[in-house]
């Protein structure tokens, strides 16, 4: 398997006994430019075994030492950020400039990290027994913040990079082990993030990288014993994901449906163009991309007409020249928003620009009228594809939002606070943007999807608590 990227164990780059790789296809010229080791399930074993080890003497270095260590990574991923851009380029198509957006606010990320970490697992509670009905004063509790032990952190290919350090740098941080097992593609980005951890100095087993097909290792590293939290972010597989884990806490983010809102108040100007880098940024393949339009019916012409002006604006072609629209990640992925596309064409939606495609390449698509029948007043689509529906009034906006399996973020556009409180109080998602499209950033924001969309809560500090368990110790006085 020579010329295969290597993965990472117990501080030793290594090729899988297996023998075989699993390629790369760039999901514009669809050649397979990458190869990566298909791991076997023993070597699963191995690197569970290694970071279980390790962890142990990991816990007890002390915090500062290890936020310097998390400073030493950062440094690198600065000093590394093109390569690895240009591996999200040719991985994922991501936009080159996004691309080594994505790095450098990997890097800022990782050192708010060290420097959270630091004051806040730093910190514990003490309690006096004498507070509760009945009891003398002889009782001290003390509580602290424990690791949890090794965590299996599994990224998306939208952010291979970002989402695996969201996930890495507050376990480490807190004192865990993990075990990073990236997305197929993203991957090889993935591996030269990791490759900045490894050149930090950090102990052998305390970072490792697993690759291989999902379908054959899959399971058998989120049903993994050694396993003691798992950190995922993705689609549906999330949910099976869920289903089968063990009796360990996890951090779930599993996509959504975000709807925009847009009132008859609303600053249609502001909202549209929202909509469009919303609706339309890194091709529609982000979890908080806008994925429906729900505008008052008295502003629905202006707003409509407003967002088609932004959206014939985009440009289409390849992710090296920076244009907006690029390939969707894969051939599969393109069918599918194809189907759906077609579905709201048979229901009756009205297109605003013509279906084009390309391989993997889908010109920007802009739906009128769709109507709560259609396959994409419901699905997310993951690719260029945005629908508007025209509703009543704000309550039947919220409901249409509320009736989503979906929860991740919403937004709302009005001038009237009032209005925003309102809507923001009965639209039930993680977050509410009011007159901004939803994001997960600021990176240290709490990020958190209701029903399908997710479990627990992102943002660095929640990231760094979710990573930790409590433990008391009770002081028994005489
Ligand atoms: O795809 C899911 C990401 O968490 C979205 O992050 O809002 O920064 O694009 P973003």
Request: with cysteine.
């Amino acid at each position: 398997s020579s010329g295969a990227y290597k993965y990472f164990c117990n501080g030793q780059w290594l090729e899988s006994s297996s023998g075989k790789t699993v390629p790369v296809t760039n999901p514009s010229t669809l050649q397979k430019d990458y190869q990566v080791q298909a791991c076997t399930q023993e070597e699963v074993n191995n690197v569970f075994a290694a970071a279980k080890a390790a962890q142990l003497s990991w816990a007890k270095t002390p915090l500062w030492k290890r936020a310097e260590y998390l400073h030493k990574v950062a440094v690198l991923m600065r000093q590394n950020a093109q390569p690895m851009a240009d591996c999200l380029v040719k991985e994922i198509a991501k936009p080159a400039k996004d691309a080594l957006t994505e790095v450098i606010r990997s890097a800022d990320l990782i050192d708010y990290t060290a420097e959270e970490g630091l004051r806040s697992l730093g910190e514990g509670q003490l309690l006096t027994s004498d507070s509760f009905p009945g009891q003398p004063r002889n009782k001290l509790c003390l509580v602290s913040k424990v690791p949890l032990g090794v965590v299996l952190c599994i990224p998306p290919f939208n952010y291979p990079v970002n989402l695996a350090v969201s996930k890495l740098a507050p376990s480490l941080m807190a004192g865990n082990a993990v075990v990073l097992k990236p997305p197929s593609q993203g991957v090889v980005a993935g591996i030269h993030m990791l490759a900045c951890f490894a050149a930090a100095g950090l102990p052998a087993g305390v970072v490792n990288v697993i690759t291989g097909k999902g379908s054959e290792i899959g399971d058998f590293l989120t049903t993994h014993p050694a396993v003691n939290c798992i950190s995922f972010t993705g689609g549906d597989t999330g949910i099976s994901i869920s289903h089968k884990a063990g009796m360990v806490p996890l951090q779930m983010e599993l996509g959504g449906k975000d709807a925009c809102i847009v009132c008859s108040d609303a600053d249609l100007d502001l909202a549209a163009s929202h909509i469009v880098k919303g609706g339309f940024s890194y091709s529609g393949q982000r979890c908080t991309a806008v994925k429906v339009v729900l505008a008052m019916q008295d502003i629905a012409d202006e707003l409509v007409a407003k967002v088609h002006a932004g959206v014939a604006k985009l440009s289409v072609g390849r992710p090296e020249d920076n244009a907006d629209i690029t390939p969707v990640v894969s051939e599969a992925s393109a069918n599918f928003i194809q189907g759906l596309v077609e579905d709201a064409r048979e229901k009756g939606a009205q297109f605003l620009t013509e279906w084009r495609r390309e391989n993997n390449l889908i010109a920007p698509v802009l739906l009128d009228h769709v109507t709560p029948d259609m396959r994409i007043a419901w699905e997310e689509p993951f690719g260029p594809v945005l629908p508007v529906l025209r509703v009543g009034s704000i309550d039947e906006a919220v409901h249409h939002c509320n009736s989503s399996n979906l929860g991740l973020q919403g937004c709302v556009f009005t001038r009237d606070i009032n209005t925003a409180m309102r809507v923001s109080d009965a639209m039930q998602t993680g977050t509410v943007q009011v007159n901004a499209a939803p994001a997960r950033g600021p990176d240290h924001f709490p990020f958190q999807g209701f029903r399908d969309s997710g479990i627990g809560s992102q943002g660095i500090k929640n990231s760094l608590a979710m990573m930790t368990k409590i433990k008391s110790t009770v002081i028994n006085l005489d």
